[in-house]
């Protein structure tokens, strides 16, 4: 057992037991590059990352191949998840050299941790133009060995073009409607009319271009931003990427249509995603929308929450296929016959059909991944539950995917924003309980005494990594959700204590740009930052969202100034790359509309009519389509909320109160009123 065993990462937990010496990152591992005169092999990936596993299998198991690694490298394995930084870092320099990236991501460095060659997978014979892993290994022993000036002098050119590559930032202002509408054109030329989407395969679900959309739509009524986000919206949930029994929703389609999954489940789509479908629904009514959101909720809560409150990180795309082989998809396709045996023949024929399984397949070996490719015929309602019910039963009998269990604090700010909202919408107090009970564990696991977070943690003890900008965005933005929801200011409070770290440790105090590490981080060859959004959020337009809230919330300068500045980079970028900037365009889109505050006042729930009345006003301002709406609910004389200050009751009755930019409507105890205020254009 290598110097993995004592890690909280089961990234890197599964390689505990190679015959490879690993180290974790750690200033150790390159004392030790530098005391025996070697360069280092970087290896990063993740638990749920299929081709990790298959090199894990073929190269790092492996006798002949580990003997080499120990006697010339010295080897360092990270799990991208747990140091999103050096992650970020080394992709860069990746992408930079190869134009294109990925995981397993393969990195020769220095003994100063200068890159000098690059890779993703290797296999262990030469294959479709690939170098053998072990040919890669010898030759960049050899360049060691042999032309040690010559690597120093690549590895210096690299670290100097990336150092070359800060973001210009200096006095760039918000976006305005002509970006927001240049953006909203650059949309329409990449969208795929007949399949939904954008670009073509893989293609991976939009989340944050669809947040935009919709709140393009309702802010100006754009009817062709809310068909592109609805019509997507169904493609993905009719399609094999969505989980057609059990919820949720794998990473990517390999495909156009949205037929064949890249099995991996992870906590971040579906928290995304499960919250576009609430939005989605909140705008149209749509039944489809209201299914999936609650499906994904269920998801979550059933089969991702720890045993502490939090969620788990994703669930592999391989398990065993009842053969003892790993196999990506094993547990959820599906052959003609397999429908049968469980089902019966009449059933398992009805079940072929409306989940579109046949006898070629979708997938390979004739397996199906189930889909709903019916949209215009007609089925008996209650025996498709019943076959959804029966299928759910025996898919559990298959061996599982395995679950990667750390909590990431980031994904969890997520999945609480999701739960809270979802909870309210669709009057389910259980979800709303699993988000307070994964912001308890966010709060007493990974915030110390100072506030700062922690990235991760696994069975309730914390990890050693420190949390990025994302972390402190993310939760930010849960925690603000959460405080909408329940009326608890306490989210509040929490949610400010991490934005002033986000203000005096992650922000440039000259322009405004932001990092993705703090000031006082590990000093790694750079300083990563970029405001593009990847499979989540970036950290740089997530902080700016979550600043835009809190302002709202409080009307404190310094957080909205601080928004305003860091959106400046979406001025740039919206316009030009629309689809890899959509949180920074839906965060535009609220500042824009103001965005509103929403003040409700009333007696609480237990206080007979009154209390009904002023629920119906709370429920109706989160049902507001307004972006970005901020509210808060207390009685007339509570301090939860700034916005609660000065404001009474209007004829002894629960009131309402919507102001923006310092501007307030009339104050009213209708819902009807008050909905119509949060859903003009």
């Known amino acids: 057992m290598n110097r993995l065993a004592h890690e909280t990462s089961p990234y890197l937990l599964q390689h505990a037991d190679n015959p490879v010496d690993w180290w974790p990152w750690s200033a150790e591992a390159f004392d030790e590059a530098r005391r025996t005169n070697r360069p280092v092999l970087l ?20 006798r002949t191949t580990a003997d080499y690694l120990n006697e010339h490298f010295v080897n360092i394995k990270v799990d ?41 997978y290797f296999p262990p014979a030469p294959r479709h133009g690939m170098p053998s892993f072990r040919q890669v290994l010898e030759g960049v022993q050899q360049a060691w060995s042999s032309r040690r000036e010559e690597v120093a002098e690549v590895a210096g050119k690299i670290v100097r073009d990336l150092a070359q590559r800060e973001i210009s930032h200096q006095g760039a202002r918000p976006p305005g409607e002509q970006e927001l509408a240049q953006a909203l054109l650059g949309l329409t030329r990449e969208y795929d009319p007949q399949r939904g989407g954008f670009g073509g395969a893989p293609k991976f679900p939009p989340s944050m271009v669809l947040e935009f959309l919709l709140r393009h739509h309702a802010r100006t009524g754009a009817e062709g931003a809310l068909q592109m986000a609805h019509d997507t919206c169904e493609r993905m949930a009719r399609g094999g990427i969505y989980d057609q029994l059990g919820g949720g929703f794998a990473r990517y389609s390999v495909d156009r249509d949205w037929v064949v999954p890249h099995f991996e489940k992870m906590l971040y789509d579906n928290a995304l995603l499960c919250r576009v479908y609430a939005h989605l629904w909140r705008a149209t009514g749509s039944d489809l929308a209201r299914r999936v959101a609650l499906e ?12 502490e409150g939090g969620f788990a990180s994703a669930f592999d795309a391989d398990s065993d296929d009842g053969t003892g082989r790993h196999v990506e998809g094993a547990y959820y396709v599906w052959t003609p016959e397999r429908l049968r045996a469980v089902l019966g ?75 809270a909202e979802t909870g309210a919408y669709f009057d389910r107090p259980d979800l709303v309980e699993a988000a307070l009970g994964a912001a308890d564990l966010l709060v007493r696991v990974h915030l110390d005494e100072h506030a700062r977070l922690a990235r991760t943690s696994k069975d309730g003890r914390v990890g050693p990594n420190a949390g990025v900008l994302e972390d402190y965005a993310d939760v930010a933005e849960g925690f603000l959700a959460l405080a909408s929801v329940t009326g608890e200011g306490v989210w509040l409070d929490f949610a400010g204590l991490l934005l002033d770290h986000v203000l005096a440790r992650f922000t440039d105090a000259a322009t405004g740009a932001l990092y993705d ?38 009307g404190s300068e310094p957080h909205r100034s601080a928004a305003e500045r860091a959106l400046g980079v979406v001025q740039t970028l919206g316009p030009r790359v629309p689809r890899f900037i959509g949180w920074g365009l839906a965060v ?32 109706t301002a989160l049902l507001g389509t307004a972006p970005g709406a901020v509210v808060a609910v207390g009685t007339a004389d509570s301090d939860e909320f700034p916005l609660l200050a000065d404001r009474p009751l209007q004829q002894g009755e629960p009131t309402a109160y919507v102001c923006r930019n310092f501007t307030c409507d009339a104050p009213t105890t209708d819902p009807e009123r008050l909905g119509a205020s949060l859903n003009r254009r």
């Open 43 to 62: 290896s990063v990936g993740y638990a749920s990352c299929h081709w990790c596993h298959v090199m894990a299998h073929e190269s790092f198991e492996d």
């Open 80 to 120: 991208r998840e747990e140091r999103p930084d050096v992650d970020a870092v080394y992709m860069e320099a990746v992408q930079a050299a190869t134009g294109q990236g990925g995981w397993p991501m393969t990195v020769f460095l220095t003994p100063d941790a200068e890159p000098f060659y690059f890779g993703t």
């Open 296 to 307: 994904t909720a269920d998801f979550l809560v059933r089969e991702l929450r720890t045993d």
């Open 345 to 419: 023949d009449a059933d398992g024929d009805l079940a072929a059909q409306y989940f579109g399984v046949t006898d070629e397949g979708t997938f390979e070996h004739g397996q199906s991944v189930l889909r709903l490719p019916q949209d215009t015929a007609v089925f008996d309602a209650e025996r498709i539950a019943s076959i959804r019910e029966r299928l759910l039963a025996g898919r559990a009998e298959r061996p599982a995917p395995g679950r990667d269990d750390k909590v990431v604090a980031a994904w969890n700010g997520l999945a609480v924003a999701a739960l």
């Open 517 to 554: 590490t703090a000031a006082d981080a590990e000093r790694l060859i750079r300083r990563p930052q970029d405001p593009t959004d990847n499979a989540t959020p970036s950290g740089w337009t997530a902080a700016a969202g979550a600043l835009l809230s809190y302002a709202a919330h409080t």
């Open 588 to 619: 535009a889109e609220a500042l824009l509309d103001g965005p509103k505050e929403v003040a409700v006042v009333g007696p609480g729930p237990g206080s007979g009519l009154a209390g009904e009345k002023t629920a119906a006003l709370h429920r």
